[in-house]
């Protein structure tokens, strides 16, 4: 696998660069000490598990040495399940049960209990032990698993989707080349915002890796003290921003977030949710030397497959961002019920449907519903792997634009609503930093919607506000889209993925 094969390069000719910092603990790991530390934790993994492919679940936080249990993990031949602290117990449960692992490597002490047998290591004993040779011919590689995430599942169980050595490799080669493009510096210090359990860390975390670059993590204490932060963000020398859209209007309502202050970034990448124009045009602004980048792709398909370089004339627009163009390997159509090559033509919305060589290999222990979401797409070329997204485009002049989950349209009266049109047009407020609109129903029926906004300012009347809202609306969308109610929040409840909390949201209708 060429991202192990480098690894091993790194820890010679790079040994003593540093390959992961977290920012908050100034804990460091090199890439010498990052290799000679998955090779201690291999040594336990292949004393204590069967050489038999099994998943392995990674417990912890930002630490340097949850990097080293990945590789050893891998080294081993076994894909790897990484588990942030910031998940219920109840949810850490579920994930040790559905990958059925004989082995929990862990940076700090859980009482989680299952009813299927397996051992808890403790992550710092096992690199205190002698370091062993291990056979390469063990290591992951092609078709083999080499990471699983488990995300929500509509049973209200994770669902755990299995991504290939194969898939990252190729991933990555995408990814270097995106990097060649944007800066002609060879080390770069990435920013790692997201936990290891949501798969945007892949972007920052394995580019970074494959490239013998610098991983700057920002763990979550240090993300709840904004002060502290930004003060740290002055010291970090970081030249890679990878975040969601979220995170980043957060941190820019701080006015000393800009290239003068931060004159070392040359890139900034987004993934996870929607760019929107406001924001860009402020980064932009901000940032004037920097290259801001929209990217789309949900975990099923390695993270990323589309991405664009935003230009002045998109930022401007009152059209929509693109999320892209598809990467190499990867074809991307949009496609109805019958999901039949090649689609539907250049203009038409449909599913967006993700095909090519970075495909997850299905789900975890549920052949079901792999066979219901995954698919042989015949095409003139040959059958291609492919993946239905639930997600809803359109495509122009060969760039893809999102149009909203399919699962979050909704009927009011018989008219058919993208939830997200809404959220688009009231985030153009100048005052707004975040916003999600919901049904309000009853009985489930639709009776109406509600919209949940957070400011850049506090509002003393409420009402008042909420009626500015709608009236805005009002002049934009048609008089159904115009949301019955306006809920000002002091902040809104994100997931441990940094996503909106729509579920949170709505036990407060």
């Known amino acids: 696998m060429e991202l192990l094969t480098r690894l091993e390069k790194y820890s010679k000719t790079e040994a ?101 047998k397996w051992t808890m290591a403790d992550v710092n004993a096992m690199v205190a032990e002698d370091s062993v040779q291990l056979p390469k011919d063990n290591y992951v590689s092609g078709s083999d698993v080499y990471y699983i995430i488990f995300t929500s599942g509509s049973t209200g169980k994770p669902k755990g989707v299995m991504i290939t050595a194969g898939c990252l490799d190729n991933y990555l080669d995408w990814m270097e080349q995106i990097m060649n493009r944007s800066t002609d510096k060879k080390q770069l210090t990435y920013l790692n915002q997201a936990p290891f359990s949501f798969d945007l860390s892949v972007m920052d975390t394995y580019t970074s890796l494959y490239t013998g670059g610098t991983i700057w993590s920002m763990e979550k204490r240090l993300q709840e003290d904004m002060g502290l932060m930004h003060a740290k963000l002055k010291e970090s020398g970081l030249n890679v921003w990878v975040s969601t859209p979220s995170f980043m209007n957060v941190c820019l309502l701080n006015k000393e977030f800009n290239g003068e202050n931060l004159p070392d970034f040359t890139t900034f990448l987004f993934c996870g949710e929607v760019l929107t124009n406001k924001t860009a045009r402020e980064l932009m602004k901000r940032f004037p030397k920097a290259e801001v980048i929209n990217t789309y792709g ?157 400011l850049d300012h506090p509002v003393e009347d409420e009402f008042e506000y909420s009626q500015s809202v709608r009236k805005y609306i009002a002049e934009k969308l048609p008089h159904y889209m115009v949301p019955k109610k306006c809920i000002v929040l002091d902040e809104m409840p994100m997931t441990n993925n940094g996503k909106a909390d729509r579920r949170a949201l709505k036990e407060m209708l």
Request: net charge negative; aromatic share 10%; glycine share 8%.
């Open 16 to 116: 003593d660069v540093v390959a992961f910092k977290n920012a908050f603990t100034d804990e460091t790991i090199t890439y010498s000490e990052l290799w000679s530390y998955s090779d201690k934790i291999a040594g336990h993994i292949n004393e204590t598990v069967d050489n038999d492919k099994q998943p392995i679940v990674v417990y912890g936080h930002k630490s340097p040495l949850m990097l080293a249990a990945f590789l050893a993990c891998v080294k081993t031949g076994h894909p790897y399940c990484p588990v942030d602290i910031s998940m219920p117990q109840e949810r850490l449960k579920d994930i040790v049960e559905a990958s059925e692992t004989k082995l929990l490597i862990a940076m700090v002490d859980t009482e989680v209990t299952t009813a299927n």
């Open 298 to 454: 949900p975990t099923e398909s390695t993270v990323a497959v589309t991405e664009v370089v935003i230009n002045d004339e998109m930022a401007g627009s009152e059209h929509p961002l693109s999320i892209g163009y598809d990467k190499p390997g990867t074809k991307i159509f949009i496609m109805d019920d019958k999901y039949t090559y090649p689609g539907k033509p250049e203009g038409e919305k449909g599913e967006i449907v993700i095909a090519g060589n970075t495909v997850a290999a299905g789900y975890l222990n549920q052949p079901e519903l792999t066979a219901d979401k995954f698919f042989k797409l015949s095409t003139p070329d040959g059958d291609m792997w492919a993946y239905k997204t639930g997600d809803e485009g359109y495509k122009e002049k060969e760039l893809l634009y999102y149009c909203g989950r399919m699962d979050f349209q909704i009927k009011l009266n018989g008219y058919r609503i993208e939830l997200g049109d809404i959220e688009s047009n009231i985030l153009e407020m100048d005052d707004v930093t975040y916003c999600v609109v919901l049904p309000i129903e009853k009985r489930g029926e639709v009776k109406g919607l509600a919209a949940f906004v957070t």
